[in-house]
């Protein structure tokens, strides 16, 4: 049975760092890509960094040099590194996973994800 359990969030001020944390299980032996995605009130939700199991990172334009996204060797946690936020940063954040996708293709995509976490919610102030 795949899972996938967010946690980490909460406020910060600008300028701050926060770490998010998505303990998946179900997939330790499976090619996949997992994925970070945020939405803000009355916005869309945008894929904000990824990684293929295959090998590959891949950022927004938005996070880049800011957010880190890694993962543990067995596959049981993914992380968000998140550095130098900003307000607009303000969203609730997403663990997602894309079974069969090793290579993250598309990985901004929303619709290429099977299994959603719950979501955390992070609070950049100015």
């Known amino acids: 049975q795949v899972q996938l359990v967010e946690s980490g969030g909460g406020s910060v001020q600008a300028g701050g760092s926060l770490r998010l944390s998505c303990a998946a299980s179900?997939?330790?032996?499976?090619?996949?890509?997992m994925g970070w995605f945020r939405q803000a009130p009355g916005k869309e939700r945008e894929g904000v960094a990824a990684?293929?199991?295959?090998?590959?990172?891949y950022y927004a334009d938005s996070v880049k040099g800011r957010f880190t996204i890694s993962q543990d060797s067995a596959r049981n946690t993914l992380l968000l590194q998140m550095t130098s936020l900003k307000p607009e940063d303000t969203a609730m954040y997403y663990c997602?996973?894309?079974?069969?996708?090793?290579?993250?293709?598309?990985?901004?995509?929303?619709?290429?994800?099977?299994?959603w976490g719950q979501g955390t919610q992070v609070t950049v102030s100015s």
């Open positions: 179900g997939y330790a032996n499976t090619r996949h890509c």
């Open positions: 997602a996973a894309a079974r069969s996708n090793g290579n993250c293709y598309t990985w901004w995509y929303r619709y290429a994800y099977d299994d």
């Open positions: 990684i293929a199991t295959l090998g590959g990172t």
